[in-house]
């Protein structure tokens, strides 16, 4: 089972491009890595998903080194409304096997 | 289209009570998950389901944890014999596919037992 890790806490200025990196040092062959946000009283929210190299969406950015034991999600010109916890997701399917690992999570507060 | 629906919002119980608390996916999609997230913490896999079938109950804290599937949609996970620890938010989440594919969250029942 990978185990992530991630800041608790990230501030920023609205405008900024803020990066968000998870340690994901046990993650396995077929792992692949996902990003979630939560904002309070909601269900977390889909954000970006990778398995090796960069991976951009509308949203954000994925980058993940060739050895996969970190990955960094990419918010570009946050605003207010990107305040939000990010939780980094390490997960795979086996034979039998459904493994779901969200990190602790990073608080992001986007400072007006 | 519709998202994924949980009920209750909140639910209280006394301890000792027993909940049941349901979740609507997705139609169609296959994967059904549900997570227990204790405040200030992240969500915590409890158990799967693909169509009808529960492929792993792994993360099920207690045999006082049950949930079922039984026609492959509408999913319920039940807690008998309610204890304090087990006030949370439960997620339930479903996907189109196998697990690798996007999740797409309910808005999660809040249990507070007392």
């Known amino acids: 089972l990978a185990k992530t890790t991630q800041p608790i806490s990230m501030d920023s200025y609205e405008g900024q491009e803020v990066n968000i990196t998870c340690s994901h040092n046990?993650?396995?062959?077929?792992?692949?890595i996902t990003w979630y946000q939560q904002f309070p009283s909601q269900g977390p929210r889909f954000i970006i998903q990778?398995?090796?190299t960069k991976v951009t969406n509308e949203v954000a950015s994925l980058f993940i080194p060739a050895d996969r034991k970190s990955s960094t999600l990419s918010l570009p010109r946050v605003s207010q409304s990107d305040t939000a916890v990010y939780y980094c997701?390490?997960?795979?399917?086996?034979?039998?096997?459904?493994?779901?690992?969200f990190g602790k999570g990073t608080k992001l507060s986007v400072i007006p | 289209g519709a998202g994924v629906s949980q009920s209750p919002r909140y639910k209280v119980a006394k301890r000792g009570q027993d909940v049941a608390l349901r979740c609507d996916p997705i139609?169609?999609?296959?994967?059904l998950f549900w997570y227990q997230q204790a405040l200030g913490q992240g969500p915590e896999f409890l158990t799967y389901?693909?169509?009808?079938?529960?492929?792993?109950k792994s993360g099920l804290p207690s045999d006082r944890f049950f949930a079922e599937r039984p026609e492959g949609s509408v999913s319920t996970l039940k807690i008998q014999r309610t204890q304090q620890e087990d006030s949370a938010v439960y997620l339930c989440?479903?996907?189109?596919?196998?697990?690798?594919?996007?999740?797409?969250f309910g808005p999660g029942t809040r249990l507070l037992v007392l």
């Open positions: 997701l390490v997960g795979h399917s086996g034979a039998g096997s459904y493994q779901l690992t």
């Open positions: 389901f693909q169509n009808e079938a529960q492929l792993d």
């Open positions: 990778g398995y090796k």
């Open positions: 139609s169609g999609h296959v994967s």
């Open positions: 989440a479903s996907s189109p596919g196998l697990v690798q594919e996007t999740q797409y």
């Open positions: 046990n993650i396995a062959t077929n792992d692949y």
